[in-house]
């Protein structure tokens, strides 16, 4: 949130009382007239519960496939990454669009205000149309990533709670 400053003058000029103003930067209504927004928001909702990995996974998919969603990607290691698609979740979380499952795997979910804003907005032209088209494969795209990163977050987990022997004991 941005912040603004209000001073008030006294009689003589000089100010007497600062008052600070929260003002939303990002609101609801901006979102939803973002087509790349929500185009992200449609395709988390069509695709279920998903990690961050595998949704950046799905859009350079379906990039590559000829559907151009406004990303920038780039290749870290074996992993894909967009610093813009990163920063357009951050903004649907932000508007309450999204959250992410509690618990261990913490798996984003479109909310009841990201499917009423995707009623009254509707899916951006063309991406309803591509995803009900490959919809099993990028559903298994997602369904193989999602079950890699659960593995990962298993082992990782296995690894702390393990107690560790002292040799020689």
């Known amino acids: 949130m941005a912040r603004k400053r209000e001073e008030k003058k006294g009689e003589e000029g000089k100010s007497k009382e600062?008052?600070?103003?929260?003002?939303?930067?990002v609101t609801p209504e901006k979102v939803m007239q973002n087509r790349r927004?929500?185009?992200l928001?449609?395709?988390?909702?069509?695709?279920?519960?998903?990690?961050?990995?595998?949704?950046?996974?799905?859009?350079?998919?379906?990039?590559?496939?000829g559907l151009d969603l406004g990303y920038d990607f780039r290749k870290v290691g074996n992993n894909i990454y967009s610093q813009s698609l990163k920063n357009d979740l951050v903004t649907l979380m932000y508007v309450g669009f999204l959250e992410t499952e509690p618990g261990l795997y913490r798996k984003l979910k479109t909310t009841s205000q990201g499917k009423t804003a995707l009623e009254k907005g509707g899916a951006p032209q063309g991406v309803a149309d591509?995803?009900?088209?490959?919809?099993?494969?990028?559903?298994?795209?997602?369904s193989l990533v999602d079950a890699e990163i659960d593995k990962e977050i298993r082992d990782r987990a296995r690894l702390v709670s393990r107690p560790r022997r002292r040799p020689g004991f």
Do not use: W
């Open 130 to 142: 591509f995803i009900k088209a490959h919809f099993e494969e990028l559903r298994n795209r997602v």
């Open 37 to 39: 927004q929500m185009s």
């Open 18 to 25: 600062l008052k600070i103003v929260t003002v939303q930067v």
């Open 41 to 65: 928001l449609y395709i988390i909702d069509a695709l279920g519960p998903l990690h961050e990995r595998s949704l950046t996974e799905v859009a350079y998919v379906i990039q590559d496939k």
